[in-house]
């Protein structure tokens, strides 16, 4: 994968204990007008990079990088006038963990775009880049089903701490210094009921 041209890294510090948490600490990082802004731009990129829409294919990790990919469609279809295929990825079968989910994972379904995807220029699209290993799965199953011309990874929050040699092309936002006990969650209308970013920090384990 290449490097983006997406904006640089944002240091997000610790949060601070304010006092007994019950569940978990939550603090917004980017908001509704700051997602449609990056998507804006990353779907601007998405064309850039493929000197067009001709033969692209948005390919979304399921759950919330489907409908990620069904926004930057629509942003897309707004700035070109043309509907890009969309299709959406259920990984759970490529896990290279799946042994550690249990013995009755619970499997979505994988769609291929109609035309499917042997020559096509493939964006495959996810929430939250960390350790690589979802993309790893995502770009197996990929193979499976056919063989597109080029691959790109899209991306709307990296958050650095990558396990496998794995790096996106498109990126919303970078986020760097994130403690062990916090991870970065995106929120879609169609699961959330609303649209944003929250760095979440874990609760404290009881004494």
Request: some cysteine; charged content about 35%.
């Amino acid at each position: 994968m290449g490097s983006s041209r997406g904006p640089r890294p944002l240091r997000v510090p610790r949060s601070r204990d304010t006092g007994y948490m019950t569940e978990r600490d939550r603090s917004p990082l980017m908001d509704e007008k700051a997602v449609r802004r990056a998507l804006a731009r990353m779907a601007r990129e998405i064309v850039e990079s493929n000197d067009g829409t001709d033969a692209l294919v948005l390919m979304g990790i399921h759950r919330r990088g489907d409908d990620l990919a069904d926004l930057l469609r629509a942003e897309i279809e707004r700035s070109e006038g043309v509907r890009i295929p969309v299709g959406s990825l259920d990984i759970t079968l490529y896990r290279d963990d799946l042994a550690a989910v249990g013995p009755r994972p619970i499997i979505g379904e994988s769609k291929l775009p109609a035309d499917g995807i042997d020559d096509r220029v493939v964006v495959v699209v996810d929430d939250v880049l960390y350790t690589g290993r979802t993309v790893r799965a995502a770009l197996n199953e990929l193979m499976d089903w056919g063989r597109p011309a080029r691959i790109l990874l899209c991306v709307l929050a990296d958050r650095g701490g990558r396990e496998l040699p794995v790096q996106p092309d498109i990126v919303g936002k970078r986020v760097e210094s994130l403690e062990d006990d916090q991870h970065l969650e995106v929120l879609v209308p169609e699961v959330d009921g609303r649209l944003g970013v929250d760095v979440v920090t874990n609760a404290p384990e009881a004494a």
